[in-house]
């Protein structure tokens, strides 16, 4: 059975910095990209940052520079460093795993999903 399970959520003021985990269940970790994506508040799904088997990364433009994934194959944990957090950052926070290519259009469909954690920036 696969399980994504993600922690590290919480508040944290504008500037501020947090660390997300996923830990990893039920698959063979280091065939599979990993990602990060948020969901704000009545807005779509989107990604934020991706990592493949081999540790490429890419991130979207919003916030390259501020956040950083990382992977532990060893440890079947994803990992995601945000720092100078802005208020916009604010959303629900999903893992996510595929074979599929990143970026790309992950779904339920082609992807395992985690239940999320909420980050919420706020002064």
């Known amino acids: 059975q696969v399980q994504l399970v993600e922690s590290g959520g919480g508040l944290v003021q504008p500037g501020g910095s947090l660390r997300l985990s996923c830990a990893a269940s039920?698959?063979?970790?280091?065939?599979?990209?990993m990602a990060w994506y948020l969901q704000a508040p009545g807005k779509q799904r989107e990604l934020v940052a991706g990592i493949s088997g081999s540790a490429i990364t890419n991130y979207t433009d919003s916030v390259k520079g501020r956040f950083t994934i990382s992977r532990d194959n060893a440890k079947n944990t994803v990992y995601l460093q945000m720092n100078s957090l802005k208020p916009e950052d604010t959303a629900v926070y999903y893992c996510a795993a595929s074979t599929s290519p990143l970026p790309g259009n992950w779904s339920s469909n082609n992807a395992y999903w985690g239940q999320g954690t909420q980050v919420t920036v706020s002064s």
């Open positions: 039920g698959f063979i970790f280091s065939f599979y990209r």
